[in-house]
C-alpha cells in the first residue's frame, strides 16, 4: 500500500478521508496546511498527496510549483480538490500541473478511484516554475472570477433569507400577539361566566327583596337533615 498525505484545514473532512484511506490499507499522513505539507513531504517522502487548490496559507497550486522547483527531491503523484462550482475550471488547473483531481463533496467510492488511478499513474516530474507561470495564471483568473461570482450569489441568497427570516419573525409578532389577546379574551369570559354562576346560585337560595334564605333554601336543608336523621 502507498503512503498519502492529505492537506486540509477541516478537521472533519480531513478525518474522513484518513480514515477512508486508513481502512484501505494506505499509510496516512496529515498536514493543515501548505507549508506543513511541505515539510512532511521532505521528511518522509509520500507517494501521494491530496491538497485543495485553495487551501488556507500557501495554496495548492504554489505548493506543487515549490515543491516540484527543488532539485533532485522525489515528487509525489497530485490529487487536486475543489469545490464542485469550480470543477471545470480547477479540472483544468490540474491537467496543466499534470495531477489527478476531484470535485467537492465527493463519495468513498469516487475518491478511492480516484487515489487508485493516480497511484498507478507514472510519478511527476520537476518543473521550471517560470515555464508554468503565465499559463497557470490564465487558469487561476477565471477561477477567482468565478469564486467572486458564487460569493455575491452568497451574499444574495443570505441577504433573501434574511429578509424572509425577519419577515416571518414579524408575522409570528403578530400571531403571538392576536393569541395572547385571544387567551385573556377568554379568560375574561371564564371570570364572568364564573361570576354569574355564582350569581345565579345566590338567587336560587335567597329571597330578592330580604336577602334571607328563600323557601327553596329551607326545603332542601330541611330534606337533608330529614335524611341524615
Not at 478521508?17 to 498536514?31: K, Y
Request: proline share 4%.
Amino acid at each position: 500500500m502507498a503512503t498519502i498525505l492529505v492537506v486540509e484545514d477541516r478537521p472533519v473532512n480531513l478525518r474522513f478521508v484518513a480514515t477512508l484511506l486508513g481502512d484501505r490499507g494506505h499509510r496516512v499522513l496529515e498536514a493543515r496546511n501548505g507549508e506543513e505539507a511541505l515539510r512532511i513531504v521532505r521528511a518522509e517522502s509520500p507517494d501521494l498527496v491530496i491538497i485543495d487548490i485553495l487551501t488556507s496559507g500557501m495554496d495548492g497550486c504554489q505548493f506543487v510549483l515549490n515543491l516540484r522547483s527543488e532539485p533532485n527531491s522525489v515528487q509525489p503523484r497530485i490529487v487536486f480538490r475543489a469545490a464542485a462550482h469550480i470543477a471545470a475550471e480547477a479540472e483544468a488547473l490540474a491537467t496543466t500541473f499534470g495531477a489527478s483531481f476531484i470535485a467537492k463533496p465527493v463519495n468513498p467510492e469516487t475518491l478511492l478511484a480516484v487515489v487508485d488511478a493516480a497511484l498507478s499513474g507514472p510519478s511527476a516530474l520537476p518543473l521550471e516554475v517560470h515555464s508554468e507561470d503565465r499559463s497557470i495564471d490564465s487558469f487561476l483568473r477565471p477561477i477567482a472570477r468565478k469564486l467572486h461570482r458564487h460569493i455575491a450569489n452568497l451574499e444574495r441568497l443570505n441577504a433573501q433569507l434574511g429578509r424572509g427570516v425577519a419577515q416571518r419573525d414579524a408575522q409570528l409578532d403578530v400571531v403571538r400577539a392576536a393569541l395572547d389577546q385571544e387567551i385573556k379574551k377568554r379568560l375574561l369570559a371564564e371570570g364572568e361566566l364564573t361570576q354569574a354562576n355564582l350569581r345565579l346560585k345566590d338567587q336560587v337560595v335567597h329571597d330578592g327583596l330580604t336577602g334571607l334564605h328563600n323557601r327553596r333554601y329551607l326545603e332542601a336543608h330541611g330534606a337533608a337533615r330529614c335524611l341524615s336523621a
